[in-house]
């Protein structure tokens, strides 16, 4: 080509390279911008998500905090009732295990340290013993 057509090319890009170039330019950045402030807002968000689930969580633990602590004289016992019933069984399976294990002939010395183990534990929470009595005051627990 010849140097004339190769300055004709220069001259229309040199033109239009600005009418081009700056738009492009302007739509380069208004991009970039609402990227970030997406990015800024959904952490933000993130952010808020989480601290709105660690307070739901310290909200449902002091609710049941209040209900346990205004439980009825009932209610208590209730509780107590079920838990002792429940070391009552594990005690039952234990001996029901050490009876299994004596049969067997193989494990006797595991099994009486178990169950000496076992009822260790049952006498620490009462189990087998009275209760004392509780005073009631009229105050709940």
């Known amino acids: 080509m010849s140097a004339g057509v190769w300055e004709m090319v220069g001259a229309g890009l040199a033109v239009v390279a ?3 170039g700056v738009p492009l330019t302007v739509m380069t950045f208004y991009l970039k911008s609402l990227r970030e402030q997406q990015a800024g807002r959904f ?6 998500v989480s601290t ?3 307070e739901l969580r310290r909200v449902v633990e002091d609710v049941g905090q209040i209900r346990r602590n ?3 004289k009932e209610e208590w016992l209730r509780e107590t009732m ?3 019933q429940r070391i009552e069984a594990l005690s039952a399976a234990s001996m029901r295990a050490e009876t299994e294990l ?3 002939g193989g494990l006797v010395a595991t099994s009486e340290r178990t ?3 076992v009822a260790e534990m049952a006498k620490k929470v009462g189990v087998g ?3 004392p009595k509780v005073q009631d005051d009229g105050e709940s627990r």
């Open 18 to 20: 600005p009418l081009v």
């Open 43 to 48: 952490s933000d968000l993130t952010e808020r």
């Open 52 to 54: 709105t689930g660690k």
């Open 70 to 72: 205004f439980a009825t």
């Open 82 to 84: 079920w838990a002792r």
């Open 102 to 104: 004596e049969s067997q």
């Open 115 to 117: 169950h000496r183990l």
């Open 129 to 131: 013993e009275a209760r």
